[in-house]
């Protein structure tokens, strides 16, 4: 059983500062993964995308992957009230294959 | 990105009643398209794909004739919830991938969250 794991939190960061997320998967095969945002009553919104290993910078975020490792993180630095949602993992096995989605991360940002 | 739309974006019905939900790809051709239920404070678990053409394929556990899917068309997906009971009530999403470019990112529609008496 494929499986995407989260912390489910919630993870309270005071304005400003970095908030850190981490996203575990199970099968070492995986291709593509994925960070979405989820506001309370909305449907996700992809914010970012990596496939290699490293860094990947988009704005204020960034992703870490290693596949070594099996892990994938989610970096949001200068953290705003307006980045409080949950935000999902997702992992595809397989080139243009469906998407395994962790339980999600709540994130608080706190003024 | 790609634009997914989805309609209606809340339902209420009776029980025992049927409730369609359409998902389009406004901007490019979808030949295939994902259905995603979700319960409150949950993650979004996947249903069936969509598959233009041909029938839906169903993750395991999803009564397939309870939920029906159609994809007639490049750019519309429907689901119906047939007689729908209360514990079908969840927000459902769909959602597609762009043909063309990318690695794979999913866009969802807006979702629609059925509640069902």
């Known amino acids: 059983q494929k499986e995407v794991e989260q912390n489910s939190g919630p993870l309270s960061v005071p304005e400003g500062a970095i908030a850190s997320l981490n996203c575990t998967y199970s099968?070492?095969?995986?291709?593509?993964f994925f960070w979405y945002r989820q506001y309370s009553g909305k449907s996700p919104e992809l914010i970012m995308s990596i496939y290699s290993n490293g860094d990947k910078e988009d704005g204020r975020f960034t992703a870490q992957l290693n596949k070594a490792s099996q892990y994938v993180s989610l970096l949001i630095r200068d953290s705003q009230p307006s980045d409080s949602a949950t935000y999902l993992c997702?992992?595809?096995?397989?080139?243009?294959?469906?998407?395994?989605f962790g339980g999600g991360t709540r994130v608080l940002v706190k003024p | 990105g790609a634009v997914v739309s989805q309609h209606p974006s809340w339902v209420i019905c009776k029980s025992g009643t049927s409730v369609k939900i359409e998902c389009r790809s406004l901007?490019?051709?979808?030949?295939?398209m994902f259905w995603y239920r979700q319960f409150p404070k949950q993650s979004l678990m996947l249903m069936a794909t969509s598959n233009e053409g041909s029938k839906a394929t169903y993750e395991q556990g999803v009564e397939k004739d309870k939920f029906l899917i159609n994809h007639a068309s490049l750019t519309l997906s429907t689901l119906t919830v047939t007689s729908a009971h209360p514990e079908d009530s969840s927000f459902y999403i769909c959602s597609a991938r762009e043909p063309t470019g990318g690695h794979g990112e999913l866009f969802f529609g807006e979702g629609s969250r059925l509640t069902v008496l």
């Open positions: 099968d070492r095969v995986s291709q593509s």
């Open positions: 997702a992992v595809s096995w397989a080139a243009g294959n469906k998407l395994t």
């Open positions: 901007d490019f051709q979808a030949t295939t």
